[in-house]
């Protein structure tokens, strides 16, 4: 089956640094989607992103459909984004295979 | 919409128990998932269902998991026996059959066998 790796797998940051986690998959996709893991263990939609960029407020993401990797931007990070990124691919049109993660730790 | 529900938030149960978890789709989501979690094994797919049909079911692990969609807004998952390996937490999520769109996922369910 399809092949997904994040990176880095840990990520600690000051209040108010940027970040750009990785999401690189092995195959063709036609499904990509980013989640946020909080730390009461909900999953939140970030983006629905098999191609192309988005952005929503301090968050954007931009799949390389062709290059087979996707990432995520975190600007003016705040403690309220720790928590666990994942980033989940579709080969086809229905299920969804996700990495390991990223732990993102933000520090006040 | 509510999202989808999952109930309970959390069970404990013990060793050969039979226990049901129950999911709620959003309304007028065609597609139906079964995930599982845990520390070794990330989030993996066990099932999903398509129009409350079964589609694929390759992952769930063993005989002893079983699930049942009876309708378009109610789905179960059991485990019988329930085994300490069996703990882990328990997503459902679901999304339109439109073309390719984005999956929700419910709060999940935090199973504990002891």
């Known amino acids: 089956g399809i092949q997904v790796e994040q990176s880095p797998p840990d990520l600690i940051l000051q209040e108010g640094a940027n970040s750009t986690l990785r999401c690189n998959f092995s195959d063709s996709v036609n499904n990509l989607q980013w989640f946020h893991q909080n730390p009461w263990g909900q999953l939140i939609n970030l983006f629905y992103?098999?191609?192309g960029t988005k952005q929503n407020g301090r968050l954007s993401a931009t799949t390389v459909a062709t290059e087979r990797y996707s990432l995520l931007y975190i600007s003016s990070s705040q403690t309220t984004d720790s928590g666990v990124y994942f980033c989940a691919v579709g080969p086809g049109y229905s299920t969804l295979t996700f990495g390991k993660g990223t732990m993102l730790l933000v520090s006040p | 919409d509510a999202g989808v529900i999952q109930s309970p938030r959390h069970e404990v149960t013990e060793m050969g128990q039979e226990v049901t978890l129950r999911c709620k789709p959003i309304?007028?989501?065609?597609?139906l998932f079964w995930y599982r979690q845990t520390m070794m094994r990330g989030l993996e797919l066990l099932i999903y269902f398509n129009n409350n049909v079964p589609i694929d079911d390759s992952g769930m692990p063993e005989d002893r998991f079983s699930a049942k969609m009876p309708n378009a807004s109610f789905s179960t998952l059991k485990i019988q026996p329930s085994e300490p390996r069996d703990s882990a937490v328990y997503f459902c999520a679901s999304r339109t059959g439109a073309g390719v769109s984005e999956a929700f996922f419910g709060q999940g369910t935090r199973l504990t066998v002891v």
């Open positions: 992103i098999p191609s």
């Open positions: 309304s007028g989501h065609d597609y």
